[in-house]
């Protein structure tokens, strides 16, 4: 399933919170436990409050509050008008690599920072 699928729920608000395994396979293959909620609105003012940001990452029970730290930032964004519409993706370029944005044409990058 792509994952901008996977996420429909959270952009709808049908739920708050989806639990999902990644299968890895850098290293030794195995899955691993990750969970997808939303951000919170844009206290910025950057991102207009109908943009939808769906943060998600491992799941590493209580020491997640600390390992959000050190892990990378991953992200989708979308518009709620029309929910399986995807706007943009943060993700690792490779494994410990930059993080990048993979964003549609039109949408303005200023939408995608941090709150």
């Not at 994952?3 to 989806?18: C, D, I, M, S, T």
């Not at 930032?73 to 690792?92: I, T, Y």
């Amino acid at each position: 399933v792509p994952l901008n699928l996977l996420f429909l729920p959270l952009v709808r608000r049908e739920e708050k919170e989806l639990s999902f395994q990644f299968f890895m396979c850098g290293g030794r293959a195995h899955f691993m436990d990750f969970v997808a909620n939303l951000a919170p609105s844009s206290r910025n003012g950057k991102r207009p409050p109908e943009v939808v940001e769906v943060r998600y990452g491992p799941d590493f029970g209580l020491a997640t509050l600390v390992a959000q730290n050190f892990v990378p930032k991953l992200s989708f964004w979308f518009d709620p008008e029309s929910p399986h519409r995807w706007m943009a993706h943060r993700l690792p370029l490779y494994g410990k690599g930059p993080e990048v944005f993979v964003v549609r044409d039109g949408v303005p990058t200023h939408w995608l920072g941090d709150n």
